[in-house]
C-alpha cells in the first residue's frame, strides 16, 4: 500500500488565484512525480525531482507553476495564477531508485 | 511522442464473468505496468510487467514485447473491480493510456 500523502485532498479558487499542493514521499524515496489528471481522463507529466534538483519539467509547468521538494519539508506543487483549464486532479507519486512509482491519493483542483 | 492504447474503452460483466482488457504501446518498454483507479481517483499498482506472463490473485497479466501489447485478464470478477484500468508504460515518467472503465454487475 502507498505511504505517499497529499494534502489538500481538494482545494477550489478563483480565477487568478494561487493554488498550493503538498506531497510527502514515502520515507526512503528520493524521486518525486506529479502528474496532472483532466477532466477527460488524460494524464499529463509535470515535473519530477530527485532530492531537491529538478530533474524533467515540461514548458507549462516552468511558465505557471512553482514546485519544490526542500529537504525535511513536503514537496508543494504551486499554480501561480489559475486558469479555469487548471481544473484536474493532481497526482503525486514516490519511487527508490527505478522502481514502480506508487501514488498519493491526489488533490482535485477546482478552478471557478 | 510515445503513445498507449487501450481497448475496450468500457466494459460492462456480470459478476463472475472474466474480463480482458488490452494495451498496445508504441515502443518497447522498459517497464509496462497495470494501474487500477477507484471511482475517488486514487490510483493502485495491480502489476508491473515488462514481458511474459505474471499473475497475482485473480490477475494475469501477459506482455508481448516484440510486439508491442499487454494484456490484463480479471477472473471471476466481482463488484469491486469496477473502476478504471490503466495501462502505463514507464521510461522514467509514466505514459498513460486512456483507461479501460470496467462496470461489473451484480
Known amino acids: 500500500n502507498s505511504k505517499v500523502i497529499q494534502t489538500p485532498r481538494y482545494l477550489v479558487k478563483g480565477q487568478g488565484q494561487k493554488a498550493k499542493m503538498r506531497c510527502i514521499p514515502e520515507?526512503?524515496?528520493?524521486?518525486v512525480f506529479w502528474y496532472q489528471q483532466n477532466k477527460n481522463n488524460e494524464f499529463k507529466f509535470l515535473i519530477n525531482f530527485q532530492n531537491q534538483e529538478v530533474l524533467q519539467q515540461i514548458d507549462m509547468t516552468e511558465k505557471r507553476f512553482s514546485a519544490e521538494c526542500p529537504s525535511n519539508s513536503p514537496c508543494s506543487l504551486e499554480i501561480q495564477s489559475s486558469e479555469a483549464g487548471d481544473s484536474a486532479l493532481y497526482l503525486c507519486?514516490?519511487?527508490?531508485?527505478?522502481?514502480?512509482?506508487?501514488f498519493g491519493p491526489g488533490t482535485r483542483l477546482t478552478v471557478l | 511522442g510515445q503513445q498507449v492504447q487501450q481497448s475496450p474503452a468500457s466494459l460492462v460483466l456480470q459478476e463472475g464473468e472474466n474480463a480482458e482488457l488490452q494495451c498496445n504501446f508504441s515502443?518497447?518498454?522498459?517497464?509496462l505496468q497495470w494501474f487500477y483507479q477507484s471511482p475517488g481517483g486514487s490510483l493502485v499498482s495491480l502489476l508491473s510487467n515488462p514481458s511474459g506472463t505474471k499473475h497475482t490473485g485473480r490477475l494475469t497479466s501477459t506482455t508481448v514485447t516484440k510486439e508491442r501489447r499487454s494484456s490484463l485478464h480479471i477472473s471471476s470478477s466481482q463488484t469491486t473491480d469496477s473502476g478504471t484500468y490503466l495501462c502505463?508504460?514507464?521510461?522514467?515518467?509514466?505514459?498513460f493510456g486512456q483507461g479501460t472503465k470496467l462496470s461489473i454487475k451484480p
Open positions: 507519486a514516490s519511487r527508490q531508485g527505478r522502481a514502480e512509482q506508487f
Open positions: 515502443s518497447t518498454a522498459t517497464q
Open positions: 502505463v508504460h514507464n521510461q522514467g515518467k509514466l505514459i
Open positions: 520515507k526512503g524515496h528520493p524521486v
